[in-house]
């Protein structure tokens, strides 16, 4: 582990653990009740984390569209919800570098890799083995 996975790590733990559950808590929002026939966009990206050591972490959010030009991301972590123009520029966040899914879509992802995420990317987890996989209980 990298000084900076370390100091990454630290912020992780003193958070109580919420910072690690952006993917689960993104995909939920998505893929529950309010994902059905729904606007609603699960997001993976590369953020630039905004306290030292100031970097590149894999992150989960939920966009929607209010308006074509209005969109609103519901951060994975926190449950804020920030216009997305403001979410990427605070965040560092490149569009272009991210990967979108529908619910049907997430569904799907979730039941191939049987995890919550990333899947897609040079970040992409590979799926897991059976005993360690998510249900779809949970």
Same mark, same amino acid.
């Given at each position: 582990?990298? /000084?900076? +996975?370390?100091? =990454?790590? +630290?912020?992780?733990?003193?958070?109580?653990?919420?910072?690690? /559950?952006c993917?689960? $808590?993104?995909?939920?929002?998505?893929v529950?009740?309010?994902?059905? !026939?729904? !606007?609603l966009?699960?997001? @993976? &990206?590369?953020?630039?984390?905004?306290?030292?050591?100031?970097?590149e972490?894999?992150h989960?959010?939920?966009?929607?569209?209010?308006? !074509?030009?209005?969109?609103?991301?519901i951060? #994975?972590n926190?449950? /804020?919800?920030?216009?997305? *123009? =403001?979410?990427?520029?605070? #965040?560092?966040?490149?569009? +272009?570098?991210?990967?979108s899914y529908?619910? $049907?879509?997430?569904?799907?992802?979730?039941?191939?890799?049987? @995890?919550? &995420?990333?899947?897609?990317? %040079? *970040?992409?987890v %590979?799926?897991?083995i059976?005993?360690?996989?998510i249900?779809d209980? +949970?």
């Amino acid at each position: 582990m990298t /000084d900076a +996975e370390a100091r =990454l790590a +630290e912020v992780i733990i003193k958070s109580g653990g919420t910072l690690g /559950d952006c993917y689960m $808590n993104a995909a939920r929002m998505v893929v529950g009740p309010l994902g059905f !026939d729904s !606007d609603l966009k699960l997001v @993976h &990206g590369r953020p630039i984390l905004s306290v030292p050591p100031f970097i590149e972490y894999g992150h989960a959010w939920v966009e929607q569209a209010i308006t !074509d030009e209005f969109v609103l991301c519901i951060d #994975g972590n926190t449950g /804020d919800v920030i216009p997305k *123009h =403001l979410y990427y520029r605070v #965040g560092g966040i490149q569009e +272009e570098d991210c990967y979108s899914y529908t619910p $049907n879509e997430a569904r799907a992802k979730m039941r191939k890799f049987k @995890h919550y &995420g990333p899947w897609d990317g %040079p *970040h992409g987890v %590979p799926p897991i083995i059976e005993s360690e996989a998510i249900t779809d209980e +949970e």
